[in-house]
């Protein structure tokens, strides 16, 4: 929870019974009172914005399934309401499961030669999607666990797990029923973490994250991908 912060604004008493009053009778003095009491806040915002993408260690020992795949990146904001500085990052809002491989009939087969047709493999994502508002925000900062190298906010929406990930993306090993914001910062999540501990210090002890997760349009349910682990075909039903 964050600790409030007394707001100190300038004030003027000639009283000399009051409690703020500073002087030996010579009139006016400025005194130093508290006026309101402020908490500060970190806001991470992770758009609807598609901004790039990045290959995945998919942690695969099926045979020919791609050791890695294509996962589109979204555009994230994290800033406070004390310095009110903002910093850009990418982070994942797709997590994919292997399902099955398939094989695309072609002329190769009917020439015998099934080891040249086209091998698919066909994932399945798992996804965490607002349900009615076209923004939902969450109240983090109790959830959040921090080792030498990753930092991690693990919650719960009803029945859905969800986490927010930074760290070393080739280290992380998906578990099916956990919805995964991984963020890509080019420093394996270092960056992003340690923006976040440099606020944490500015704001003083370990303030209010809010989560703020902004609902796309249109997401799919299953991607099809080559061998090389590139996307070849998005399924929305």
Same mark, same amino acid.
């Given at each position: 929870m964050a600790i409030p912060e007394l707001n100190l604004s300038l004030g003027l008493t000639d009283n000399d019974g009051s409690v703020f009053y500073a002087g030996s009778g010579e009139g006016k003095t400025i005194v %130093?009172?508290?006026?309101? !009491?402020?908490?500060?806040? /970190?806001?991470? /915002?992770?758009? @609807?914005?598609?901004?790039?993408?990045?290959?995945?260690?998919?942690?695969?020992?099926? /045979?020919?399934?791609?050791?890695?795949?294509?996962?589109p990146t979204y555009q994230m904001i994290v800033t406070d309401n004390k310095t009110n500085e903002k910093e850009f990052y990418q982070v994942t809002r797709d997590t994919y499961f292997f399902k099955e491989k398939?094989?695309?009939?072609?002329l190769w087969s009917f020439l015998g030669l099934k080891f040249l047709e086209s091998k698919k493999f066909l994932f399945e994502n798992i996804t965490f999607e607002p349900l009615k508002e076209a923004v939902e925000t969450f109240d983090i900062a %109790? *959830?959040?666990? !921090?080792?030498?190298?990753?930092?991690? *906010?693990?919650? +719960?929406?009803? @029945? +859905?797990?969800?986490?927010?990930?930074?760290?070393?993306?080739?280290?992380?090993?998906?578990?099916?029923? /956990?919805?995964?914001?991984?963020?890509?910062?080019?420093?394996?999540? +270092? %960056?992003?973490?340690?923006?976040? !501990?440099? %606020?944490?210090?500015?704001?003083?002890l370990t303030p209010k994250v809010n989560l703020h997760i902004i609902k796309r349009k249109l997401v799919s349910n299953e991607v099809e991908t080559n061998k090389e682990g590139r996307t070849e075909r998005l399924i929305y039903i």
């Open positions: %130093r009172t508290d006026s309101a !009491l402020k908490k500060y806040k /970190i806001d991470i /915002i992770i758009s @609807e914005q598609q901004t790039g993408i990045v290959r995945l260690n998919t942690n695969l020992s099926q /045979i020919e399934a791609p050791s890695e795949i294509e996962i398939t094989t695309r009939k072609s %109790r *959830y959040r666990k !921090l080792s030498y190298d990753e930092l991690t *906010y693990t919650f +719960q929406k009803e @029945e +859905q797990n969800i986490q927010l990930y930074a760290g070393d993306v080739n280290n992380l090993k998906v578990q099916k029923g /956990i919805s995964y914001f991984i963020i890509v910062d080019g420093k394996n999540g +270092q %960056r992003f973490i340690g923006d976040i !501990l440099y %606020r944490e210090k500015v704001l003083k």
